[in-house]
């Protein structure tokens, strides 16, 4: 068990440029889940996946923003045309549900700073 | 619109007391309360959960106690020790880990 691993750890990039981050879960968590998480906040929640279905997403999660889990494995997450208001750590999490208590677990983040 | 408000902001406790940390929820509808721990540099782990159907959960140094009629809940930290040194936060859900709100943290400090 590796854990949940995110990469890149950290991302500059300037005012416009599209961004993608990658997550890779837990082996066999059927769970995925995406979450953004400014300086001094609590971590927000944005969209998670069942396998490979996409099964909710937050109002945070505006047009710029699409994430996607092709065969119920990694999962990506894109920014498109990045503004600077998009700066903060995307936290990625994953769980197994359905094999007793389920328990989220999650990796060390992407940093993303929009210059 | 915050959903759970949590308190003090930060805290300081000496090695070997108590740490108490608050939160504060408005959504009756909350169902699943998790602890979680940060350390700098990593994503929250979690610490201990409860629902509302008991008063208090106890996992070794850590006890969660929740007021259901009060609608809040709160992490006590026993004997607290320097590796205790950390951000803390609350969540609460109506539908387990699917969709976690979160408090704002506590950043927690333990000196000798």
């Known amino acids: 068990d590796t854990g949940v691993s995110q990469d890149p750890r950290h991302k500059i990039t300037k005012r416009g440029q599209n961004v993608t981050f990658r997550c890779d879960p837990i082996?066999?968590?059927?769970?995925l889940y995406w979450y953004r998480q400014t300086l001094g906040q609590g971590p927000e929640f944005l969209t998670y996946?069942?396998?490979?279905?996409?099964?909710?997403k937050s109002r945070l999660l505006s047009d710029r923003f699409s994430a996607e889990r092709p065969k119920g494995s990694f999962s990506t997450l894109e920014i498109q045309r990045t503004e600077q208001g998009d700066s903060a750590m995307y936290l990625c999490?994953?769980?197994?549900?359905?094999?007793?208590?389920?328990?989220?677990?999650f990796g060390s983040g992407t940093q993303l700073s929009v210059l | 619109q915050q959903q759970v408000k949590q308190s003090p902001q930060s805290l300081i406790v000496q090695k070997g007391g108590i740490s108490i940390i608050n939160c504060a929820y408005e959504?009756?509808?909350?169902?699943?309360f998790p602890w979680y721990q940060q350390f700098p540099g990593k994503g929250p782990a979690l610490l201990i959960a409860?629902?509302?159907?008991?008063s208090e959960k106890k996992e070794g140094r850590f006890t969660i106690s929740f007021n259901k009629s009060a609608k809040q809940f709160s992490l006590h930290i026993m004997d607290s020790q320097p590796g205790d040194s950390a951000t803390y936060f609350c969540?609460?859900?109506?539908?387990?880990?699917?969709?976690?709100?979160f408090g704002t943290g506590t950043r927690l400090t333990i000196i000798p």
């Open positions: 999490a994953s769980s197994l549900v359905g094999r007793g208590a389920e328990k989220l677990f």
């Open positions: 082996s066999e968590h059927n769970r």
């Open positions: 996946f069942q396998n490979e279905a996409q099964l909710e």
């Open positions: 959504n009756t509808a909350f169902d699943y």
């Open positions: 409860i629902r509302p159907d008991v």
């Open positions: 969540a609460a859900s109506s539908r387990g880990n699917e969709k976690l709100t």
